[in-house]
């Protein structure tokens, strides 16, 4: 029983393709996040809702959009997708807003 | 802007030692700090820290905040290859008040 789970693990596309990451979590938590892990391990906040209303929408392109169908559910999209993309990105989850966090397993997108 | 950073960036030691890794912040709105291991893929909740001078402790891992000089430090004694990860700490605060804001984290290596 995975708590947050992300779909595909690793994704290979072609730069201008448009994908979409999917992200699930069976924790009853009503706050879900949105991180990119660049190749330095950096770990950065992209987007964060709460009750699927967005509370955190840092400084990311809008070539990516989070949409929240509900409370448990948090898929990010990309449209035309771009070399410097690439990364490892990873979906977690609070209780409520703030807190622990608990974190999927990453999606290692890889844009050639 | 909001900054946590963390030393040293790498550690080698050997099984048995004991190791301190260090994490200094500057973060408005504070609300707490934590730890987090990654291994090769999510990173895994370690400690929530939100009082001074209190020790947090699991097994041979133990952690305390330091509220006046904003910094935080978490030992693991008698280390074991297990313990080989990337170690995170992690501000939660900001503008936002509720986004974790990330260090780079120390990759600690046990060699037998």
């Known amino acids: 029983d995975t708590a947050v789970s992300q779909t595909p693990k690793y994704l290979v596309t072609q730069m201008g393709n448009d994908k979409s990451i999917k992200c699930e979590q069976n924790l009853g938590h009503d706050t879900m996040y949105w991180y990119k892990q660049d190749s330095k391990k950096f770990l950065k906040i992209m987007f964060s809702y709460n009750n699927k209303e967005l509370i955190i929408n840092e400084t990311v392109p809008n070539r990516f959009s989070p949409k929240s169908p509900d409370k448990a559910h948090l898929n990010l999209h990309i449209n035309s997708l771009e070399l410097g993309d690439s990364a490892v990105y990873f979906c977690?989850?609070?209780?409520?807003?703030?807190?622990?966090?608990?974190f999927g397993a990453g999606t290692r997108l890889s844009v050639l | 802007e909001d900054k946590v950073v963390q030393s040293p960036l790498s550690l080698v030691v050997h099984e048995g030692d004991t190791v301190t890794l260090n994490c200094s912040y500057e973060v408005t709105n504070f609300r707490s700090l934590l730890w987090y291991k990654q291994e090769k893929k999510a990173p895994t909740f370690l400690f929530m820290l939100t009082s001074s001078g209190i020790e947090k402790k699991s097994g041979r891992l133990s952690s305390i905040l330091d509220k006046k000089e904003l910094f935080s430090i978490l030992n693991i004694t008698a280390t074991q290859t297990g313990d080989s990860a990337v170690y995170l700490c992690a501000v939660e605060g900001g503008a936002g008040s509720y986004q974790l804001t990330f260090g780079k984290g120390t990759k600690l290596s046990v060699i037998p």
């Open positions: 977690a989850s609070s209780q409520f807003r703030g807190g622990i966090q608990y």
